[in-house]
Nanobody, 124 residues
Framework: QVQLVESGGGLVQAGGSLRLSCAAS????????MGWFRQAPGKAREFVAG????????RYTDSVKGRFTISRDNAEKTVYLQTNSLKPEDTAVYYC?????????????????WGQGTQVTVSS
């Protein structure tokens, strides 16, 4: 079956960095758009970043532009999210998701598969 497994979360001070990874199995990875979402306590799940099938096109929510970078390695079936200059408001559970639609979409309800999430906590 399809599995998406996130890793790399943790506790970091404001201004620090983390590299999140999401390893996929059970699907033809190169045929899926990949997205990163996050959900803070009491808030809705929100789009953070997405990358198309080839890795040639990316999309970010405004609050992370210039600080976060999404990338993928289709040979390794892994998508990454490099997070720099972290802020306390970035604290959330971060999820990766896979979408068969050929373009990056921001609506979480459009994604087909989800990981279990990894906690990112940024202290001030």
């Amino acid at each position: 079956q399809v599995q998406l497994v996130e890793s790399g979360g943790g506790l970091v001070q404001a201004g620090g960095s983390l590299r999140l990874s999401c390893a996929a199995s059970g699907l033809t990875f190169s045929r899926y758009v990949m997205g990163w979402f996050r959900q803070a306590p009491g808030k809705a799940r929100e789009f953070v970043a997405g990358i198309d099938r080839s890795g040639g096109s990316t999309r970010y929510t405004d609050s992370v532009k210039g600080r976060f970078t999404i990338s993928r390695d289709n040979a390794e079936k892994t998508v990454y999210l490099q997070t720099n200059s972290l802020k306390p408001e970035d604290t959330a559970v971060y999820y990766c998701a896979a979408d068969q639609f050929p373009e990056v979409r921001t609506d979480p309800n459009r994604y087909d598969y989800w990981g279990q999430g990894t906690q990112v906590t940024v202290s001030s």
